[in-house]
């Protein structure tokens, strides 16, 4: 079974920065699946945040661009999410996910709680 494993989250105040990281196990190969960060505020619907393709081209939620940043680590097989200035906004649980050959996986997600 594929087990995506979130780390990273916390409380950080208004302004502050954190890095989420997404293991990937070693049969889920870049190339084959599209890899993306979504997010789920208590008693709102889970938002899409981040998603790398799997040419390696990136989009981002409108509103999130400019501050956060998805990345990919080949050599550790982890996918990642800078989030800069973060805002009591971006209180959320953050899940990891990956997408392809008929599959969707996820991460059990990690909590980000940003205080004011």
């Known amino acids: 079974q594929v087990q995506l494993v979130e780390s990273g989250g916390g409380l950080v105040q208004t302004g502050g920065s954190l890095r989420l990281s997404c293991a990937v196990p070693a049969s889920i190969f870049f190339s084959h699946y599209t890899m993306a960060w979504y997010r789920q505020a208590p008693e709102n619907q889970r938002e899409l945040v981040a998603v790398m393709w799997t040419d390696g081209s990136i989009t981002y939620a409108d509103s999130l661009r400019g501050r956060f940043t998805i990345s990919r680590d080949n050599a550790h097989n982890t996918v990642n999410l800078q989030m800069n200035m973060l805002e009591p906004e971006d209180t959320a649980v953050y899940s990891c996910?990956?997408?392809?050959?008929?599959?969707?996986?996820w991460g059990k997600g990690t909590l980000v709680t940003v205080s004011s």
């Open positions: 996910n990956a997408r392809g050959h008929g599959a969707d996986y």
